[in-house]
């Protein structure tokens, strides 16, 4: 297919950067992704990927979610061969969590989620051996196998025509007369007219020659994968200090907590910890054996919000880095190469620019 438009490098194959490069290369683009390892990601294969939009968050962040959750239809009619799995959560009560203040907040949102009996959890999942009067039932949430969808959504740009060099490492941006002109790899420069920077949590090291100070932490954790056994879950069930899913080949993904770093100390007794915990929340299961356990180290901008577009307004640059890039996926791929051919930024992206860590450099600093 004959390209037009500019010649745009994406760096990063992880599920963001797949995204991104698939939407552009759709649009005709000619698109190089540079990954350094192999397609996939760092955070990515590590991830509890549950898509969702109704943690406590501010609404215009809920509303950006929300938003990706239906995307995620989107990309899977798209692209039928991606593991996604919409079927659904339930949410059991929990320290802290006021269960009616919670869906009242996120129904009036527009969110579908209610509130639900015992009887109806039991349906829901019946293998579930932890009682409850009354828990919560989020009808359009779920699951991706992510590292997956990273591998497929490089595939399916490569086979639009997208360029993929692996092994490929970045080591700094080329920069002439103020604009970003391309990047640095080993002795090579290469050339673009754009380059997306969604390399998760490497972003920061890459765009701080440019002037911007991305401040961003990387919170471990660590989640525990079952050998596969038969079917007892039915969608996500997110418990006091416990959450899983069973994925499609059998296994029984389980972590503790999704902000914080708890178990991840040690990762061999948290294992074990989390092995015990899904003990007594499952019945009717065969054993429940540890295969192995993954600590992954979650991109996190300073303020926890997605950090999407040009830092300082360099021109041909742009930065895609967050925490959950895996419900994000859809619709920042579509929107950031909506923007990149467009220069339309879509009003949703509004609130998460790279302005709000915008600590100017001196003029002499500055590309
Ligand atoms: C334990 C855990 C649980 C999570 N749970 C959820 C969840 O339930 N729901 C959710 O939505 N999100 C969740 N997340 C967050 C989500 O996984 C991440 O936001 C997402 O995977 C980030 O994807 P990414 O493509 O930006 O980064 P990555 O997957 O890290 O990919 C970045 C890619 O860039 C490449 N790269 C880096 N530096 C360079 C360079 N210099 N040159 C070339 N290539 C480079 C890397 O090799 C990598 O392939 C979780 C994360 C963790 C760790």
């Not at 029984?252 to 915990?277: H, T």
Request: aromatic fraction near 4%.
């Amino acid at each position: 297919m004959a390209r037009k438009g500019p010649e745009i490098i994406i760096v990063g194959a992880g599920i963001i950067g797949a995204s991104i490069a698939w939407h552009l290369t759709r649009s005709g683009v000619h698109v190089t992704i540079l990954e350094a390892c192999e397609p996939g990601g760092v955070a990515t294969p590590n991830s509890f990927s549950w898509i969702n939009s109704n943690y406590h968050f501010a609404q215009e962040y809920f509303v950006l979610r929300h938003h990706s959750m239906g995307e995620w239809r989107r990309l899977s009619a798209a692209l039928p061969q991606l593991p996604v799995s919409l079927s659904g959560s339930v949410y059991l009560p929990a320290k802290g969590m006021d269960l009616e203040e919670f869906v009242a907040r996120n129904t009036a949102w527009g969110y579908r989620i209610e509130i639900i009996d015992g009887e109806r959890v039991k349906s829901l999942e019946p293998n579930l051996a932890l009682e409850t009067e009354v828990a919560a039932h989020a009808h359009d949430e779920g699951a991706v196998e992510a590292q997956e969808v990273a591998e497929l959504l490089t595939a399916a740009a490569v086979d639009e025509g997208a360029e993929l060099r692996t092994g490929a490492r970045v080591d700094g941006l080329a920069v002439e007369d103020g604009r970003v002109t391309g990047v640095r790899a080993g002795d090579k420069t290469i050339s673009a007219d754009e380059v997306v920077i969604a390399a998760g949590a490497a972003t920061p090291e890459l765009v701080r020659e440019v002037g911007y100070d991305l401040p961003l932490s990387t919170p471990p954790g660590l989640l525990a994968h079952t050998k596969p056994v038969s079917r007892v879950l039915n969608g996500l069930v997110l418990a006091e200090g416990l959450h899983m899913r069973q994925k499609a080949n059998g296994q029984i993904l389980a972590g503790s907590d999704f902000q914080g770093a708890e178990l991840a100390d040690d990762p061999k007794s948290g294992g074990e910890e989390l092995i015990r915990r899904l003990g007594s929340a499952l019945k009717n299961s065969e054993p429940l054996v540890l295969e192995r356990t993954t600590t992954g180290y979650r991109p996190t901008p300073a303020d926890g919000l997605p950090v999407i577009g040009r830092p300082h307004g360099i021109s041909g640059l742009s930065v895609a880095v967050m925490h959950s890039g895996v419900t994000l996926c859809p619709a920042v791929g579509a929107m950031v190469a909506e923007e990149l051919l467009t220069g339309n930024r879509h009003e949703l992206l509004a609130p998460f620019g790279t302005e709000r860590f915008l600590n100017a450099p001196p003029e002499s600093s500055r590309v």
